[in-house]
């Protein structure tokens, strides 16, 4: 490829060279899209100009939006939860997924791939489904059947031989991961090389949290895959859940999580370290007389009825 100066007189765009090296080394070319339409806008735009101005879906949108953030590119929201998936769904007709199959090859060889995994002949709500993925969240076929073997391996390793997840279910997950942009074939594999390390290790996440050996439900799984990326083992989530519980009387997950996002937010990471910050955070309060004592006690109670075990 030759080399090239691109300039032609009209007006330009001023991109920062920090970000652009990070989107080039990340290959995101969705996320590579939206900074360029925020930067071409130049100022507050509401997410409908971006559908207008963008090729890509609005979940697209969303998942770029997110990587921008965990490129430094923009700034992070404060998070309560793992990202829930959309409840809006588009409606097909059967017209419309008649004109799906006659154009669209890899749609059209997604329907018997589905049906064989799934042990069954595809409705036309279960179209319907597949149809949304495919053609509004814009999924390609091949990744779509990725989320399908996955959903289905799944399902049997949770409710045992013979179980099938729905296409409710599938479109569920699809939602989760257009929300982490999985759009091609690596991401989503090695979306799912990562999940089997993880699944690997949500035992012990799941024993310090008092529930056992059962196996997670989705729910739970999200919430667990959340702290791992995070960085938190399985010894300070069990310092939430005494935290939590001493407060809560009760194992409360979201109460839990935003325990984990304020130590997160602080840098708190090993058991070491938030006694380190909950020790510092409390000083003043010790130092402030014999109220401020029992304050930094009180406060600090829960901590030590868990190393006393």
């Known amino acids: 490829m030759e080399g090239y100066i691109l300039r032609d007189g009209k007006e330009q765009l001023t991109l920062s060279t920090a970000a652009a090296d990070k989107l080039l080394q990340s290959g995101q070319g969705d996320a590579a899209l939206l900074y360029?339409?925020?930067?071409?806008?130049?100022?507050?735009?509401?997410?409908?100009?971006?559908?207008?101005?963008?090729?890509?879906?609005?979940?697209?949108?969303?998942?770029?939006?997110?990587?921008?953030?965990?490129?430094?590119?923009?700034?992070?929201?404060?998070?309560?939860?793992?990202?829930?998936?959309?409840?809006?769904?588009?409606?097909?007709?059967?017209?419309?997924?008649?004109?799906?199959?006659?154009?669209?090859e890899g749609f059209r060889l997604l329907i018997p791939q589905t049906e064989q995994q799934l042990g069954k002949k595809l409705r036309t709500a279960d179209l319907q489904i597949l149809a949304g993925l495919y053609d509004q969240i814009g999924?390609?076929?091949?990744?779509?059947?990725?989320?399908?073997?996955?959903?289905?391996?799944?399902?049997?390793?949770?409710?045992?031989?013979?179980?099938?997840?729905?296409?409710?279910?599938?479109?569920?997950?699809?939602?989760?991961?257009a929300q982490r942009g999985l759009f091609d074939q690596e991401s989503a594999s090695q979306y799912l090389r990562d999940w089997n390390v993880r699944r690997s290790a949500m035992s012990r996440y799941m024993q310090v949290l008092g529930l056992g050996d059962r196996?997670?439900?989705?729910?739970?799984?999200?919430?667990?895959?959340?702290?791992?990326?995070?960085?938190?083992?399985?010894?300070?989530?069990?310092?939430?859940?005494?935290?939590?519980?001493?407060?809560?009387?009760?194992?409360?997950?979201?109460?839990?999580n935003g325990i984990l996002r304020r130590w997160h937010e602080n840098g708190w990471h090993t058991p070491q370290q938030v006694e380190k910050g909950e020790e510092r955070k409390s000083a003043p309060a010790q130092s402030g007389g014999q109220s401020g004592q029992q304050g930094g006690a009180e406060q600090n109670a829960w901590m030590r009825r868990y190393i006393k075990r």
């Open 139 to 177: 999924m390609p076929a091949d990744v779509i059947y990725l989320l399908v073997c996955h959903c289905v391996e799944r399902a049997r390793r949770q409710w045992g031989e013979g179980r099938r997840p729905t296409l409710r279910q599938i479109e569920k997950e699809g939602y989760h991961w």
């Open 36 to 104: 360029l339409a925020l930067c071409r806008f130049g100022r507050g735009v509401t997410p409908e100009e971006l559908e207008r101005a963008l090729p890509i879906s609005r979940l697209r949108i969303d998942a770029a939006e997110r990587v921008l953030q965990q490129l430094g590119i923009l700034p992070r929201p404060a998070e309560d939860a793992p990202p829930a998936p959309a409840e809006e769904r588009p409606v097909y007709t059967s017209q419309d997924i008649a004109g799906l199959l006659t154009d669209n």
């Open 215 to 256: 196996r997670p439900v989705e729910s739970e799984e999200r919430y667990i895959a959340d702290w791992m990326d995070k960085g938190f083992p399985p010894e300070t989530v069990a310092l939430a859940y005494d935290k939590t519980v001493f407060y809560k009387k009760e194992l409360n997950w979201r109460y839990l």
